[in-house]
């Protein structure tokens, strides 16, 4: 046989394979790699990376790297102390498949990073049979890289969103997407006006200039930050989230039917807060046939899932006189039902009027902003268990990259 020995996979820069063994005896068939410095190089410095002398010999590491047939890989590297004019000082030398804090090399970090993309924390951790804990540094440490800074380039317009981070908690975090392209820009923590201060103050005066529209809720404390960082910006309550505010009037009214419902009407009602939620287009014929039972039985929930489809056609027009007749019947409408939270809702239909009439000049699309919030909702399920925000907001950000939009319009 002929051809490279398995140490042409370890052709690193400054040092040579001296030696190659497998160990079969081990659960794990294991294989260790010895590498030493290559005399021919003059060491670095592991600081600044300017070449240095050397100090003295006989340091060791074993660095895992990527398995090789089913064989995990170490490297067993000796290196040295250097002395480095630069820095005036002895460190040790820079390895260029290594960190010195890391007992990996860079390329099983790139390919662990690149699993995390797809599979949880856990399960490559199972699969590479390394901690949990490394694989989740290792991924946190590279999203840094590459997710760490805010980048506002461009903006025109904007979709705020709110996400909650634990059930049952307070927290809360804001998301500003970049609507044109998709891509999730900034994430911070809290819904108040200062958390979204936050996030405009890492914008240029002509960056926050040039922001046309923001699409978000119905929500006093977005309104008041972009009013005061973007008051040329035009605020959009846009059908989304105007939907999803009036998921909580049909949630509370589904509630208090359930209270005083017959037994018989109670098995209707159970379990129907999805139906009513969820697009009709949405659900199978089953789901279907059961939502049109509970609506022939209950009238007011009949009533205001009406209402609902409604409060939908307000979007379709597309002249703001128009638009606002039909937000001026829809009240009137839904004033009918009596309820609080029904109360309420119209109340806050009617101040943030201007708002929602702004959709016919910015018709921001719901399928987009829907779609980001629940695959956020997944990342924050498969990340959000180690409690750490910034690794969550790296992780989203590094799920909506964004696509640049094509020079058509259409
Ligand atoms: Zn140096």
Redo the contacts with the bound molecule.
Sequence with gaps: MSGLSIAAHFSFARVKVISQSVHRECQVPGAIIQLAPDRRFRPL?H????P?SVHSQGLRRIVRDLDVAGAQVYLDVQYRRVN?P??NRA?VEKLSFAGTSMRLTYRLARYVYELCKVMTVQDVAAHLELDPKTVKTIDKHLLEEEFADTDCEGLKVLAVDEISLCRGQRGYMSVVLDYQSGRVVWMGQGRKAESLDAFFATMSQQQKGAIEAVAMDMWEAYVRSVRQNCPQAKIVFDLFHVVKAYGEVIDEVRRQEYRKASFQQRAYIKGSRYLLLSNRENLDAQKRARLEELLEVNERLSAVYILKDQLKAIYRYSRRRWAQRALEQWCALAAQVEHPAMRRFIGRLQYFREGILNHCEYPIGTSKLEGVNNRIKVIKRKAYGFHDSRYFTLKVKQAFPGVKPTTETG
């Design positions: 410095c600081l600044c990376g300017g240095a480095c630069a820095c460190v």
